[in-house]
């Protein structure tokens, strides 16, 4: 079933106020994400306790910022049944630590989460498929996995464990009060590179209607569906799209404003930008943040460049490409 979700902070009877805290943590990551409970119940909504409305703002702020992505995975499951929320196994089944697991989910193929599930705990041990795992809530750190080792992962009351895989080029927007508004503001590609690699892949895909077509039909005009490539080699990144029916994200003005790149280290700030093959002269939005980091493993302590490309102004609806060339450090 792939609209699925708990009452959120229980049906009935009343919840304490740190089980309220942790539910909406966990909750606000159901596919059918809800505060619910009995009429004759004790009033529970979010905004009784400070402590509540708090973990809320932070975990549903981010469920917003990732409503393209989530709503993609909603036309995949129309298309092809393939599930919103899934086990760890569904994505990764040679990973055989996963089997079996109930305390870690994935929301596609691509965004885990690990919430808290015990009384009075202010961290969560987590189990990471191989690879490169970036926190969405501070992409400066990650988690760099061998093998099936549990990683011990800071979880302080209003603070919930949420991270996208390497490879990955995730769709997100910038959030809103209202789903409706956030659904309309600019979106940010974030790309995933494996921590430390010289060559690399990514990719991901974005279907965009107007949120209320049940059928959720790819019709020229009424839906676009765009997917989204990268490469990384020798320094050189490279950003593209294919769009299958453009014309509905062109007249509602749809555009690609940023593009985050995680996982690239060894570079200086010096770069040359190409879009559709032009070179950009004005390099005035290109902001690097390098930050030393040292992953939750322990084992690498690199220097990790995130690098956002701002202010580009792409429109969704139609193919583009983007290179960075970034000169080494000497």
């Known amino acids: 079933m792939p609209m699925v979700g708990a009452d959120i902070c229980g049906f009935y009877p009343a919840p304490s106020e740190e089980l309220c805290n942790r539910w909406i943590e966990v909750g606000a990551f159901y596919p059918f994400s809800r505060d619910h409970a009995n009429f004759a119940s004790p009033r529970q909504e979010l905004y009784q306790w400070e402590s509540v409305a708090k973990s809320a703002r ?9 409503l393209p992505y989530l709503y993609t995975l909603n036309y995949e499951a129309h298309t092809c049944g393939a599930p919103v929320a899934r086990p760890l196994f569904f994505s990764f089944p040679n990973f055989s630590a996963s089997y079996g697991l109930s305390t870690q989910f994935l929301l596609g193929s691509s965004v885990m989460v690990s919430p808290v599930l015990e009384e009075g705990a202010t961290s969560v041990k987590a189990i990471f498929p191989p690879g490169t795992w970036y926190n969405l809530f501070d992409m400066t750190k990650f988690v760099i996995s061998h093998d099936d080792q549990y990683v ?5 009351l209003n603070e919930v ?6 490879s990955t080029i ?11 508004v956030a659904r309309t503001t600019p979106f940010t590609l974030v790309v995933t590179f494996p921590f430390g690699t010289a060559q690399a892949d990514a ?6 209607d107007d949120d209320e077509r049940p059928q959720m039909k790819l019709v020229d005009g009424e839906a676009s569906y765009v997917e989204f490539y990268a490469t990384l080699h020798d320094k050189m990144v490279k950003v593209w799209s294919n769009v299958k029916k453009g014309k509905y994200s062109l007249e509602k003005g749809l555009i690609i404003e940023k593009i985050r790149f995680l996982g690239i ?5 010096e770069f040359e930008i190409f879009v559709d093959e032009e070179r950009v002269l004005d390099l005035s939005d ?12 322990g084992e690498n302590k690199s220097k990790n460049l995130i690098i956002d490309v701002l202010g580009l102004a792409l429109p969704l609806g139609k ?3 983007m290179s960075l060339k970034m000169a080494p450090i000497e």
């Open 265 to 269: 280290h060894g570079v200086s700030q």
């Open 161 to 166: 464990n949420v991270h996208v895989y390497q």
């Open 203 to 208: 990719k991901g895909k974005v279907f965009v």
């Open 170 to 180: 995730l769709p997100m927007q910038q959030g809103g009060m209202l789903s409706k």
């Open 152 to 156: 011990t992962l800071d979880a302080p």
């Open 58 to 66: 932070n975990a549903l702020g981010l469920r917003y910022k990732l």
């Open 286 to 297: 290109v902001y690097v943040s390098p930050s030393r980091q040292e992953d939750k493993l």
């Open 319 to 321: 193919k583009f490409s």
